[in-house]
């Protein structure tokens, strides 16, 4: 069985609430063509980012299951409170549906917004007990109420691992709104090709210098995109850790949680000698298939010599991975990232 744990869908367009496109939060034309926000649009031109194309991409891929996560454009930061209660639940509602009207196919994950503690405790309770949703997927950073960028892996936080602590849920930590946080124009899509792997590598620091691994033990959480810059940086942390003690008073170190049996990484690094370096570094048991399909960052076909699990593929090929950790990146550590012990077909 084939689980690709990385993935997104878009709703129809008329499944869209009126308002999000009244109050430009988000939309989709009708003809499909884009998806909308503010004064912000990407083209909807590729396969698999409705339902029925999706269920048809994976057969075409031999995908037997996918993890479809949040929207990242409905991670809500900065936004006011009703707006991001109505946007989160709708957002949410929606991935519940798939999920529900396919389960053999889908797992997928629900948002909350950090910001408004008491608002994302009451929706993680709704969504694991009415919706029946159990992977968590939180932004890498968010605006706190000084105006202040913060990572999710702050202190503030704490209430909302505290609680998907006992309800023992998967965490996913995605980022995004680089351009809002970073003061550098907006051009050669740096934030995505750059910051984001940057913005990941910040929250794996604070999250390992704070032992969350080890403070909130049944949650199980995975960085996208491999983390690939936090592992790559790994050695500097270590230095910085050992060479200026006085920074890091009452904190863990990053040693501490190498290879943290509940720390995992996707596969989604698009080169194998970066993906070499994560087995090296934290094991292949901790690694999971990301496909961050449908968009051209991710693993797709159409795009170079891209096609579903290319890189895994050709690390096989050259002796990184045997074929049974292969298989296991596909299947056994997904469903263990994910607490499940089997998904049914």
């Not at 997104?8 to 988000?26: A, D, G, T, V, Y």
């Not at 920074?247 to 509940?262: C, V």
């Not at 096609?307 to 596909?330: C, M, N, T």
Request: hydrophobic residues 35%.
């Amino acid at each position: 069985m084939r689980i690709n744990g990385h993935g997104h869908i878009l709703p129809e367009p008329s499944q869209i609430p009126k308002f999000m496109r009244k109050k430009k939060l988000f939309w989709i034309d009708e003809d499909k063509k884009f998806m909308r926000q503010g004064n912000w649009s990407r083209p909807i031109n590729g396969t698999g980012f409705f339902i029925d194309e999706k269920l048809d991409w994976m057969k075409q891929h031999n995908i037997d299951h996918g993890v479809m996560l949040s929207l990242s454009q409905l991670y809500c930061n900065g936004w006011k409170k009703n707006d991001c209660q109505d946007v989160i639940s709708f957002q949410n509602n929606f991935n519940a549906s798939i999920q529900e009207n396919h389960t053999e196919k889908f797992t997928c994950g629900f948002v909350v917004q950090p910001l408004y503690t008491e608002q994302a405790l009451k929706e993680i309770e709704r969504c694991v007990n009415d919706l029946n949703l159990k992977l968590l997927c939180l932004p890498t950073h968010y605006i706190n109420k000084n105006g202040d960028w913060m990572s999710t892996a702050e202190k503030e936080v704490d209430p909302i691992f505290q609680l998907a602590n006992e309800y023992k849920l998967a965490v996913q930590i995605h980022p995004y709104d680089g351009e809002k946080m970073i003061a550098l124009k907006n051009a050669y899509w740096r934030f995505h090709l750059i910051w984001m792997m940057a913005q990941c590598a910040d929250t794996l620091h604070l999250f390992t210098l704070r032992d969350l691994p080890n403070k909130y033990p049944n949650i199980r959480t995975c960085f996208a995109h491999g983390g690939m810059l936090g592992i790559a940086n790994y050695g500097r942390r270590i230095q910085g850790f050992d060479g200026r003690p006085d920074i890091f008073e009452n904190l863990e170190d990053p040693r501490k949680t190498l290879g943290h049996k509940n720390l995992y990484f996707d596969t989604l690094v698009h080169d194998s000698h970066t993906l070499d370096l994560i087995k090296k570094r934290v094991g292949s048991n901790q690694l999971i298939m990301g496909l961050d399909d449908p968009f051209p960052l991710g693993e797709i076909d159409g795009v170079g010599t891209s096609y579903p699990g290319r890189v895994l593929d050709y690390a096989i090929q050259v002796g990184i991975f045997s074929k049974q950790e292969g298989k296991d990146i596909w299947h056994k550590n997904i469903l263990n990232w994910l607490g499940k012990d089997i998904i049914k077909r």
